[in-house]
């Protein structure tokens, strides 16, 4: 039998359709209030992850876990074929240190509704401030970087530029340019445009399109359903600290199952 000839591609095939972020029965409470009651959800490489759910039900709380800025109570979180929190060793686990959070945050991108920039840098700053300090990248390397990123978000032109100068639109691309920088595997969005004025939503939202037609790895918090629509490859209700439907975006949205997917999305769109 001769060899099959594409080895590389065929395992990098292979691995693409293994889940980058696998989700198991994760539960979390603060105090006596159980925010998350066992979430399942997975991702694989390359997909656009959309999670819509009532204000309170725990979609900040299952990004932060992602991310592990929580640590989960109970259930199991694997990105990129790792615990999140844990390393197995002689079929022992062994917590994770600070060391060990730190590293595994710098692989992981977040955008937040409120974009985070530092004030007294400017945008090009804003960009390059990360790979210098936490990659030891050089500054001349990071800052031709950060001014391509500029570029890709539709910045190019306002490197110069303090967040005070900005529109709200335009910082919170700055700030996507930021989280890129950092070369994550995974982008989590809380919310990106819930804090915008309408007219500046769609400007965000067109760069995570063009991050979804690059193949970006995204989790999307958002009520962006036309978004959901067109671009997500899954579309995850939850409600109560569970996901309660989860399934294509178009299907779900014209035909949602669950009668709390159909109150909501009455809602909503
Ligand atoms: P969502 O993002 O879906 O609106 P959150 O995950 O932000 O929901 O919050 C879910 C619940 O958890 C809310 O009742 C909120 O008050 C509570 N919560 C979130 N973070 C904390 C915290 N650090 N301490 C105490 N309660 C929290
Ligand atoms: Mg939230």
């Known amino acids: 039998m001769t060899k099959p000839q594409r080895d590389g591609i065929d395992a990098a095939a292979a691995a693409s359709t293994e889940p980058i972020i696998i989700a198991e029965q994760v539960c979390k409470s603060f105090g006596s209030t159980q925010v998350l009651a066992g979430i399942d959800f997975d991702v694989t490489a390359g997909e656009v992850a959309v999670v819509i759910g009532p204000s309170g039900s725990g979609k900040s709380t299952f990004l932060r876990c992602l991310n592990a800025l929580e640590t989960v109570d109970s259930g199991r979180i694997r990105v990129s074929g790792s615990d999140v929190g844990y390393t197995l060793r002689d079929g022992k686990f062994y917590e994770w240190g600070s060391t060990e959070y730190a590293q595994f945050r710098l692989g992981i991108g977040m955008v937040f509704q409120r974009f985070n920039l530092f004030n007294n840098m400017n945008a090009l700053e804003n960009v390059a401030c990360g790979p210098v300090k936490v990659k030891g990248v050089s500054k001349k390397e990071a800052k031709e970087r950060a001014q391509e990123l500029l570029e890709m978000v539709g910045l ?114």
Request: aromatic letters at 4%; glycine letters at 10%.
């Open 156 to 269: 190019g032109s306002h490197g110069h530029k303090y967040p005070n100068q900005l529109s709200g639109g335009q910082q919170q691309r700055v700030a996507i340019a930021r989280s890129l920088a950092m070369d994550p595997s995974v982008m989590l969005f809380d919310e990106p445009t819930s804090g915008l004025d309408p007219e500046l939503v769609d400007e965000v939202l067109e760069v995570m399109k063009s991050l979804a037609r690059v193949g970006m790895t995204m989790v999307v918090v958002t009520h962006e359903i036309g978004f959901a629509r067109e671009v997500g490859t899954s579309l995850t209700f939850v409600d109560g600290g569970v996901v309660v439907e989860k399934g294509d975006p178009r299907t779900l949205i014209a035909n949602p199952q669950n009668s709390r997917t159909q109150q909501f999305l009455s809602k909503v769109l």
